[in-house]
């Protein structure tokens, strides 16, 4: 089975990179008319190679000055650069920029070619060889062969594919159970760029309409696969996106059935506008990604530039294919020297979708220049306090190797309002399949609790966070007893309301469930208790209670005044109002006036009749009606009109009353 990986050319401006990957695959990346006429590559080509057990697609970019912003959509996603020195010029701006960027990219793996061998001696072709080591040392590309080419004469040609096909080689292939040994023995900013087993991902860089098909985007396929027939997220790169199913998809130009990670892609999407389709928009697993304005990041200043990146700095943003305008802010620091790095957010102009360890790029704002570059480590931050150790602290911990310590900062960061498992790949890039050994450690060690929220969502909160709010609850609830001393239980939805919580309601049951569970409250679905809690109805209070409702039950519409039991609690008005509350909020009395309560079951039968009644005679019915409907008198009728009134049976006109 032959292995797909994509490899990127970089180098100055007519050093050669055209004519090489023509020379090695007999395919003109520049299409263009303007770059035919100019004779020089403006916008990124694409090309294919065989070799051996590998089949390359070849992204060639442009060496011009200007169109730096282009080189950095072709590179993202790239497995592997040819680096290209022409042997009569040797290094030049692009080539030390095209080669800072490949580092921040966190490439690991390529070659240098020396190109146009034919123009020089060999004294001149040892110079730049040397001048060419120099800049790689300390880079990826220390130990690169770097083999003479010519696109004129062929030489060299077979010893650059020699030397490709063995970096290629180095790249050994990863199956996704191996992936949790691999990731302790292979550095993290590798995991980062090189992810395995992950959703699938195609930031978007070239779309056209095929007659017929529709839509056609393309790319480089960053992450996991996708077959014909799939849905997908189309984001649109304003905060926005849909789904969309894949039509067809081809593979340089080739029909087939799916695509995965390491080839480039052509997707026709059904139902997709061609004009609606951006460089920068992305397309991947549904749920995967989530626009975002601002990032947590690690970010480098360039040894290079010369000049420290500043607090409020505005840049450009180069992530995927995307390029955006955004504002630094230096996290513990007043700027970044160059060479150095510091924790910073960026706030961007408008949303880009990126996942954790994402690396990425930044331009100075009139994009003349790369100055710095780093990994994300909050693909959807929100603004962080400066200098604030805890937020620092834990901003730290998203860059740990270790991937629960990643899990545990995620779960800080989404507070109350908690996460699911699934948002792992993205904010802590725990692949799918580890996403489950992660969170059932962190149960484990009691540092992360699972809630169930109706109908089947698991929502994932930090243990602290966890407990604040079971305090919190257990704080409201105890505060209701305080008021409510003989009442035995309160609603639910009376404690969630005295929170001043602003989260979901589903959450907070969620947090009453688990505390209920863990016997701390006591309660159904309507009600809870303090299991501490115990209602200070004496015996005696308790046998009035009992005797209170009989009455009630026994006369429905006459019952007694509810003062004339206050010689029975010692003439204490207060207590006798606490044994009816105690009464209405077990459900056995209903509260008309201070003076008047009904029993429930005579409560209900008055609404009935009412209400058959006043189907009988629409055009309203007097106080008087009423009282004979009930058997009662004047005194209950008109209070009991009016309670009719304000529980919304009923209202008023004139004298007469009708349906509400
Ligand atoms: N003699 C000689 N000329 C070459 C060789 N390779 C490229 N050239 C010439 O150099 C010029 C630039 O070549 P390109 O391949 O377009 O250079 P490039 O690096 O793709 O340029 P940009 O994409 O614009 O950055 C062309 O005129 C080529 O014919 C070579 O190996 N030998
Ligand atoms: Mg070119």
Not at 38 to 61: C, E, K, P, Q
Not at 353 to 369: I, Y
Not at 443 to 452: F, H, K, N, R, S
């Amino acid at each position: 089975m032959p292995r797909d990986l994509i490899l990127g050319t970089a180098g100055h401006i007519d050093h050669g990179k055209t004519s090489l990957v023509k020379a090695l695959t007999g395919i003109d990346t520049d299409r263009l008319p303007e770059e035919k006429a100019r004779g020089i590559t403006i916008d990124i080509g694409f090309a294919h190679l065989n070799l051996g057990d590998y089949r390359l697609g070849i992204v060639d970019v442009p060496g011009h000055e200007r169109f730096v912003k282009n080189m950095l959509a072709g590179a993202t996603g790239i497995d592997l650069a040819v680096l290209i020195v022409a042997a009569d010029d040797s290094v030049m701006p692009q080539t030390r920029e095209h080669l800072e960027i490949l580092k921040l990219l966190g490439l690991r793996h390529g070659v240098i070619a020396l190109t146009k061998a034919d123009l020089v001696d060999d004294t001149t072709r040892e110079v730049a060889e040397l001048e060419v080591r120099e800049l790689v040392r300390g880079s990826f590309l220390e130990d690169a062969p770097i083999v003479p080419t010519s696109a004129v004469t062929g030489v060299g040609l077979d010893e650059l594919k020699a030397a490709i096909q063995g970096v290629c080689e180095k790249l050994a292939p990863v199956r996704v159970a191996d992936s949790l040994r691999e990731s302790e023995s292979r550095s993290l900013s590798e995991r980062a760029t090189h992810p395995t087993g992950l959703p699938f991902r195609l930031p978007i860089d070239r779309s056209f309409v095929v007659q017929g098909h529709g839509t056609v985007v393309t790319g480089s396929i960053i992450g996991g696969g996708v077959k014909v027939g799939d849905e997908l997220d189309w984001h649109k790169g304003d905060g926005t996106f849909e789904k969309v199913r894949v039509r067809s998809l081809t593979n340089h130009g080739k029909p087939t059935d799916e695509l995965h990670r390491g080839q480039r892609g052509g997707i026709n999407l059904a139902g997709v506008p061609h004009e609606a389709v951006r460089r920068g928009q992305e397309l991947a697993t549904p749920g995967y990604l989530a626009p975002s304005k601002v990032l947590t990041v690690r970010l480098h200043t360039l040894a290079a530039h010369r000049k420290p990146i500043k607090h409020r700095l505005p840049c450009r943003l180069h992530v995927g294919t995307a390029e955006v305008m955004v504002t630094v802010s230096l996290l513990d620091a007043d700027q970044i020297e160059p060479g150095g790095w510091a924790l910073a957010q960026l706030f961007l102009e408008t949303p880009v979708t990126v996942v954790w360890g994402q690396p990425f790029v930044l331009r100075d704002s009139s994009a003349e220049h790369t100055i710095g570059g780093g990994q994300v480590l909050q693909p959807v931050g929100v603004k962080l306090r400066r200098r604030h150790l805890e937020h620092l602290e834990r901003v730290e911990q998203l860059w740990s190797e270790d991937d629960t310590k990643r899990a545990i900062a995620v779960a800080w960061f989404a507070g109350f309002s908690g996460f699911q498992a699934s948002d792992l790949t993205r904010d802590a890039g725990i692949p799918p399949d580890q996403i489950d050994a992660a969170v059932s450690a962190l149960q484990g060690a009691g540092t992360l609790a699972e809630l169930t929220l109706p109908p089947h969502r698991k929502l994932l909160v930090h243990m602290d966070r966890m407990t604040e709010l079971g305090e919190r609850v257990l704080g409201v609830v105890g505060a209701l007893h305080a008021e409510f001393p003989l009442m035995t239980n309160h609603e639910r939805s009376k404690a969630v309301a005295r929170l001043d919580y602003v989260g979901d309601e589903p959450l907070l049951n969620a947090v009453i469930d688990r505390l209920v569970k863990e016997k701390k409250l006591v309660g159904d679905a309507r009600r809870v208790a303090r299991s501490d809690f115990k209602p200070k109805l004496s015996a005696a209070q308790r046998k009035l209670k009992d005797k209170i409702v009989e009455d009630h039950k026994k006369a429905p519409f006459q019952p007694p005044d509810a003062s004339s039991y206050a010689n029975q609690v010692g003439g204490n008005t207060t207590t006798l109002r606490d044994i009816f509350e105690v009464a209405c909020a077990e459900g056995f009395l209903v509260r008309v006036t201070d003076e008047i309560y009904l029993h429930a079951d005579a409560d209900a039968d008055m609404r009935k009749r009412v209400t058959a009644k006043l189907t009988e005679v629409p055009t309203g019915i007097t106080v008087a009606d009423i009282r004979d409907l009930l058997g009662t008198t004047r005194k209950f009728a008109v209070p009991l009109c009016e309670f009719l009134d304000k529980t919304g049976l009923t209202k008023r006109n004139g004298d007469l009353r009708v349906k509400a």
